[in-house]
T-cell receptor
Framework: GESVGLHLPTLSVQEGDNSIINCAYS??????FIWYKQESGKGPQFIID?????DKRQGQRVTVLLNKTVKHLSLQIAATQPGDSAVYFC??????????FGAGTRLFVKA | DARVTQTPRHKVTEMGQEVTMRCQPI?????VFWYRQTMMQGLELLAY????????DSGMPKDRFSAEMPDATLATLKIQPSEPRDSAVYFC????????????FGEGSRLTVL
């Protein structure tokens, strides 16, 4: 698999703690948002999504919050595990099929 | 287990050479995307297709890059001539379109241009 050694903001958390990863998006007209996880050597993988008519959506151990007023997304991971260590990207659908990715945050989970 | 397949996985070439990267989207997916990932720029959208028609290639350097879908099972990204600044990991992703829904990514093609 492939990856790059990205120079990214880093979040370091203790195993078992909750993680919060933040993202600012750019286009106020974006109507659909997705969080992806990229493990070393792999392509990004879908975690959870949210439409602009919602402000919160929950999955298994993950929650996405959307604040359209300030164009902000967050991903909350409950009871963070070593397997959660990865780079996390938010992505926005800016209309039609165009999906634009944010800069990414690297999450380190300390055992 | 359906997945997006990219070839080659690694490519080392010399400046000026032509490079072609290939992608087989998941069967039944009608949108295909090409992204480039570098240390400095993160994931950049280069081009995307729906039903094999190019919708937007504004992220691509037009003078040297070209993207095509000769058929529904193959997408290609060509660089001619390649330059050292093209060194990156190139990802292909496919989806079901309709503006929502996840994209499924391949494992990427790492290109090094010397």
């Amino acid at each position: 698999g492939e990856s790059v050694g990205l120079h990214l903001p880093t979040l370091s958390v203790q195993e078992g703690d909750n993680s919060i990863i933040n993202c600012a998006y750019s286009n106020s007209a974006s109507d659909y948002f997705i969080w992806y996880k990229q493990e070393s050597g792999k392509g990004p993988q879908f975690i959870i999504d949210i439409r602009s008519n919602m402000d919160k959506r929950q999955g298994q151990r993950v929650t996405v919050l959307l604040n359209k007023t300030v164009k902000h997304l967050s991903l909350q991971i409950a009871a963070t595990q070593p397997g959660d260590s990865a780079v996390y990207f938010c992505a926005e659908n800016t209309g039609g099929f165009k999906t634009i990715f944010g800069a990414g945050t690297r999450l380190f989970v300390k055992a | 287990d359906a997945r997006v397949t990219q070839t080659p996985r690694h490519k080392v070439t010399e400046m000026g050479q032509e490079v072609t990267m290939r992608c087989q989207p998941i069967l039944g997916h009608n949108t295909v995307f090409w992204y480039r990932q570098t240390m400095m720029q993160g994931l950049e959208l280069l081009a995307y297709f729906r039903n094999r028609a190019p919708l937007d290639d504004s992220g691509m350097p037009k003078d040297r890059f070209s993207a095509e879908m000769p058929d529904a099972t193959l997408a290609t990204l060509k660089i001619q001539p390649s330059e050292p600044r093209d060194s990156a990991v190139y990802f292909c992703a496919s989806g079901l379109g309709a503006g929502i829904g996840e994209l499924f990514f391949g494992e990427g093609s790492r290109l090094t241009v010397l």
